[in-house]
């Protein structure tokens, strides 16, 4: 079956360091791949996707590649602030029928000044 | 923001009572979507919808029934509730299929006890 695995968090940084945050999978066929983030008491909203190998998906300075032959999708930022702070979720879906998310586990990001 | 609605935000109720949530979109979305979010789990499938009166199981179905009556709203039905199911539920809704970004809703904390 579909699967998504994300590095244990927490994940505690300080401002301006390097992030990474890994996420691998297990699909069969060609899934779409998404990194949703989820703020405190609020719900997930997408941060980027990727549709196929290759692609990059990037926004708010967050970036992630399609890597098909590792099968994996790493979540990068090269200088966090405190505003990153949050829960980050990987995630897949398949082109063809509803939007079924297969989510990991989550990472809970903690940014300190 | 996506026009995305839970009620109630918040439940308590006792073991084996019934509980209805419920997920009202002002989007026009043809999918919509139950999960539910526990530690060391991510958000994982309960029900989804794909029209009108159009349903189908997710991962995680078991004691739980959904109902779609109109294209807005999207009922989420726990028949006698469990200790197990102590969850904060989130309602997500697509206009496409699987590629296209989820819009989540901001989730209803249920407590059994």
């Known amino acids: 079956g579909n699967s998504v695995t994300q590095m244990e968090g927490p994940v505690t940084l300080s401002e301006e360091a390097f992030l990474t945050i890994n996420c691998t999978y297990t699909a069969t066929g060609y899934p779409s791949l998404f990194w949703y983030v989820q703020y405190p008491g609020e719900g997930l909203q997408l941060l980027l996707k990727a549709t196929k190998a290759d692609d990059k998906g990037s926004n708010k300075g967050f970036e992630a590649t399609y890597r098909k032959e590792t099968t994996s999708f790493h979540l990068e930022k090269g200088s966090v602030q405190v505003s990153d702070s949050a829960v980050y979720f990987c995630a897949l879906s398949h082109l063809q029928g509803a939007q079924k998310l297969v989510f990991g586990q989550g990472t809970r990001l903690t940014i300190n000044p | 923001d996506a026009g995305i609605t839970q009620s109630p935000r918040h439940k308590v109720t006792e073991t084996g009572t019934p509980v209805t949530l419920r997920c009202h979109q002002t989007?026009?979305?043809?999918?919509m979507y139950w999960y539910r979010q526990d530690p060391g789990h991510g958000l994982r499938l309960i029900h989804y919808?794909?029209?009108?009166?159009?349903?189908d199981k997710g991962e995680v179905s078991d004691g739980y029934s959904v109902s779609r009556s109109k294209t807005e709203d999207f009922l989420l039905t726990l028949e006698s509730a469990t200790s197990s199911q102590t969850s904060v539920y989130f309602c997500a809704i697509s206009e496409g299929q699987g590629g296209t970004e989820a819009f989540f809703g901001q989730g209803t904390r249920l407590t059994v006890v």
């Open positions: 989007e026009n979305h043809r999918y």
């Open positions: 919808s794909y029209g009108v009166k159009d349903t």
